[in-house]
């Protein structure tokens, strides 16, 4: 039976400001403290009733004994007949589960210090290519952890347009260059195609035995050999840890190489934190719930089609990018977990960008457009920069100028010149960006996805979605498809 969303679709529309002058402990109520993160919700329209409602809708959907199934590494894929295992990587799921991503985790660190004592010879450059789950979490933490490490350049080739990849050759040395090849199956198209090319390049650069310099990340360490990469430099993980939620595997392998081993243990003892504090706090108090059921309110309740997540700081400019695919790949279903059509919104659009260049571009709609978009600011109290504090200050005080004039508005005679506000707003407030607060602020985002999803009813880790257009491109490839009138010419004007 579907959901009954009657008390939460009835909640009172009140006005932010309006809840701010009737509560004067609106602040303490939608705001928390957890792992060196502070969350603060009171610029949105979530209310104790509010809360109260998606208790009940949480109850419905069962969503205490879905968390607990998540964490006891039940087969909760359904649709793929998988457990979902990520939490294992951090040391919370079930024993065996935990006992494996270890295992695994201790063979990824043995690898590490064999590259570090130079057994592979002298490694300046790691070259990963993967894309989806298999870049963009692990190009995250390189980008906002890993670039002044000092230990080794990396880069992280995703797209099959060439020009990524000579980008890459113009700055690297073929003869110190590591190749690590990230693909959850070892099939994508694209990641074989530039792990190729790469082993051309180091090849005409002088490597003679270039396999020498490939590690292999993937859940299919067979593919992986027949490919050509020696077995003691595969770093496997588990089938069960789905690819946009794998950066804490084997997949993390070019950040944790980037970053020292302790660095990556304390992302995952960071995520851990996240998640405990997800497994054991009441929902009122929980914050991937509360930061779901501000999400859900907006996209199934107020309708907005979209969420923008903006990062004012620097070092975070890949966030948006990595919570496309966590939250769109997971939410973006129409169909429930039992096979039947979704009668709501799914997920809404991620979007998002860099404060505060996205204040010149793109918050004119934000703040007096049509549409209604919830956005969340995500900053760091401790700069990422050596430069005048003015920097700093300036940034920060620009992220929170902006939540409160969405909220706030300003009247005008001159409509043009007026701005409506009631806009909503989320706040989450690093105290610093290190490995441990960037593994939490990730768990939480995880979490939260997987609360929309339990309340969705749909199953938030498989992703059919993506397998048509492929399938298509590999059987056009082929020149076996069939295709409308106005693909086949785009195809004869390109290839003739
Ligand atoms: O096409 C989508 C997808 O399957 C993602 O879910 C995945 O992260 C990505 O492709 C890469 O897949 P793989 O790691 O198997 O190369």
């Known amino acids: 039976m579907p959901a009954d969303w009657t008390a939460i679709e009835q909640l009172?529309?009140?006005?932010?400001?309006?809840?701010?002058?009737?509560d004067a402990g609106r602040l303490d109520s939608f705001s928390l403290d957890i792992a060196g993160l502070h969350f603060d919700w009171s610029k949105t329209h979530l209310t104790k009733d509010a809360v109260a409602a998606f208790e009940a809708l949480a109850k419905a959907q069962d969503l205490a004994g879905k968390r607990e199934a998540l964490f006891a590494g039940k087969v909760i894929n359904t649709t793929e007949g998988r457990s979902v295992t990520h939490v294992a990587e951090r040391g919370e799921g079930a024993e065996e589960d935990v006992a494996k991503a270890q295992a695994l985790h201790a063979r990824m660190r043995a690898l590490i210090d064999a590259i570090d004592g130079e057994a592979l010879g002298a490694i300046a450059h790691i070259l990963h290519v993967g894309i989806g789950g298999s870049a963009l979490g692990p190009?995250?933490?390189?980008?906002?952890?890993?670039?002044?490490?000092?230990?080794?350049?990396?880069?992280?080739?995703?797209?099959?347009?060439?020009?990524?990849?000579?980008?890459?050759?113009?700055?690297?040395?073929?003869?110190?260059?590591?190749?690590?090849?990230?693909?959850?199956?070892?099939?994508?198209?694209?990641?074989?195609?530039?792990?190729?090319?790469?082993?051309?390049?180091?090849?005409?650069?002088?490597?003679?035995?270039?396999?020498?310099r490939v590690v292999a990340l993937t859940a299919d360490p067979d593919k992986a050999i027949e490919w050509g990469v020696d077995e003691t430099r595969i770093l496997p993980f588990a089938d069960s840890v789905g690819g946009r939620y794998s950066l804490w595997s084997s997949i993390g392998f070019p950040a944790a190489l980037a970053l020292g081993w302790d660095d990556f243990a304390d992302l995952l003892e960071g995520a851990a934190e996240m998640d405990r504090h997800f497994k054991q706090t009441a929902l009122g108090q929980n914050a991937p719930a509360l930061a779901a059921f501000a999400d859900l309110y907006y996209a199934q309740v107020r309708h907005c089609e979209t969420r923008a997540t903006f990062a004012y700081d620097e070092r975070l400019r890949l966030l948006p990018s990595y919570l496309q695919q966590l939250e769109m790949e997971s939410n973006g279903k129409g169909v429930t977990i039992d096979g039947e059509p979704l009668?709501?919104?799914?997920?809404?659009?991620?979007?998002?960008?860099?404060?505060?260049?996205?204040?010149?571009?793109?918050f004119q709609l934000l703040h007096q457009g049509t549409h209604l978009v919830p956005v969340e600011f995500v900053a760091v109290i401790e700069p990422g920069d050596t430069l005048s504090e003015d920097h700093h200050r300036q940034l920060l005080l620009n992220a929170f100028a902006q939540g409160a004039a969405l909220m706030a508005g300003r009247d005008n005679a001159d409509k043009a010149r007026a701005y409506s506000g009631n806009r909503p707003s989320s706040t989450i407030l690093l105290d610093t960006l290190d490995a441990r607060t960037l593994g939490a602020l990730?768990?939480?985002?995880?979490?939260?996805?997987?609360?929309?999803?339990?309340?969705?009813?749909?199953?938030?880790?498989?992703?059919?979605?993506?397998?048509?257009?492929?399938?298509?491109?590999?059987?056009?490839?082929?020149?076996?498809?069939?295709?409308?009138?106005?693909?086949?010419?785009?195809?004869?004007?390109?290839?003739?």
């Open 12 to 22: 009172p529309a009140t006005k932010l400001t309006d809840l701010f002058a009737a």
């Open 442 to 496: 990730i768990a939480f985002y995880e979490h939260r996805t997987f609360v929309s999803g339990v309340l969705l009813g749909i199953n938030s880790f498989d992703q059919f979605g993506v397998e048509l257009g492929k399938e298509m491109a590999k059987a056009a490839d082929a020149g076996g498809q069939e295709f409308d009138v106005s693909t086949a010419d785009l195809i004869k004007r390109a290839f003739g």
């Open 343 to 362: 009668t709501r919104p799914s997920a809404p659009i991620t979007w998002g960008g860099v404060g505060t260049d996205a204040q010149h571009a793109v």
């Open 139 to 212: 190009d995250l933490l390189v980008d906002a952890l890993g670039r002044e490490s000092g230990r080794y350049d990396v880069a992280i080739v995703s797209n099959v347009d060439g020009a990524a990849l000579e980008e890459v050759f113009a700055k690297f040395d073929p003869t110190a260059t590591l190749l690590v090849v990230a693909s959850k199956t070892f099939t994508t198209k694209e990641t074989m195609l530039n792990a190729e090319s790469v082993l051309q390049w180091m090849a005409e650069g002088g490597v003679e035995d270039v396999y020498g």
